[in-house]
């Protein structure tokens, strides 16, 4: 299942790319963009296990940023 997020404060694009990089290695994550310019999150997970997933991608970004904010 492939689904945009938009994302809110997101500051530098070197955080992004450790955000992306690091939801990448979640086990389910096919492939994930983050863009700062556009300020959104492309993921493709799998679908059974698609809310579990998005839960562990919010830990992972706020732990690179704690101001950002994934709008669910």
Known sequence: MKKKFAMEDLDCA?????????????EGVHDATVSFMAQKLTIDADEDRFQEIMQEVVKVCKKVEPDTRILL
């Open 14 to 26: 070197n955080c992004a790319a450790k955000m992306e990089d690091a939801i990448k290695k979640i």
